[in-house]
């Protein structure tokens, strides 16, 4: 079985910076892609930054400049760097993990942690 397990978000005032933390747990072999999702009250939820094993990252035009997403392949492990915060950004952000290898092949969600930028 694997879990995701997330860390890292909070309050923050605009301007601020926070690091989310996400860490897979499991008998995993590899993970072909990490990334983050957020979803805002009353919208749908939407990629914000992702990375493949190989390094390609992708990112929502609305964060670009200011997020950063990396991550340690070894340690199946992905991180957030926000900086320069805005309201907007404020929702529960979801660590995806996919084509996670355990001998078959497997999505997952981690249970979200919330960030709330105050204006």
């Known amino acids: 079985q694997v879990q995701l397990a997330e860390s890292g978000g909070g309050l923050v005032q605009a301007g601020g910076s926070l690091r989310l933390s996400c860490a897979a747990s499991?008998?995993?072999?590899?993970?072909?892609?990490m990334g983050w999702f957020r979803q805002a009250p009353g919208k749908q939820r939407e990629l914000v930054a992702g990375k493949n094993r190989g390094g390609t990252e992708n990112y929502a035009d609305s964060v670009k400049g200011r997020f950063t997403i990396s991550r340690d392949n070894a340690k199946n492990t992905v991180y957030l760097q926000m900086n320069n915060l805005k309201p907007e950004d404020t929702g529960v952000y979801y660590c995806r993990a996919a084509g996670v290898d355990t001998g078959s092949l497997g999505n997952y969600w981690g249970q979200g942690t919330q960030v709330t930028v105050s204006s």
């Open positions: 499991g008998s995993i072999f590899s993970i072909a892609f």
